[in-house]
């Protein structure tokens, strides 16, 4: 079974920062892509970042240089540092990685999310 537990959500005040965590662990064996997607209220799941395993990055262009999106394969953890936060980047941030056990294949993991809120 695999598990991932994510960390640092919280409220913030326009401008702030806010750093998100999210660990993999139980079973999991390899790790591809990981990811962070969010959800505004009233709408749909965005990807917000992704990085490969090499460190290659992907930014959506709403976050693009105030989001940094970093990991740590030998920790199986995704980070995403959140600068220059406005209240628009307010909803339920969800990490997501590619991954596989010793006993299955490939397949998406997600975790809980976790509530970031800008507001003043």
């Known amino acids: 079974q695999v598990r991932l537990v994510e960390s640092g959500g919280g409220l913030v005040q326009p401008g702030g920062s806010l750093g998100l965590s999210c660990a993999a662990s139980?079973?999991?064996?390899?790790?591809?892509?990981m990811a962070w997607y969010r959800q505004a209220p009233g709408k749909q799941v965005e990807l917000a970042a992704h990085?490969?395993?090499?460190?290659?990055?992907y930014y959506a262009g709403s976050v693009k240089g105030r989001f940094t999106i970093s990991r740590d394969n030998a920790k199986n953890t995704v980070y995403l540092q959140m600068n220059s936060l406005k209240p628009e980047d307010t909803g339920v941030y969800y990490c997501?990685?590619?991954?596989?056990?010793?006993?299955?294949?490939?397949?998406?993991?997600w975790g809980q999310g976790t509530q970031v809120t800008v507001s003043s």
């Open positions: 997501q990685i590619f991954g596989r056990t010793r006993d299955a294949g490939w397949t998406d993991y």
């Open positions: 139980g079973s999991i064996f390899s790790v591809d892509t």
């Open positions: 990085i490969t395993p090499s460190g290659n990055t």
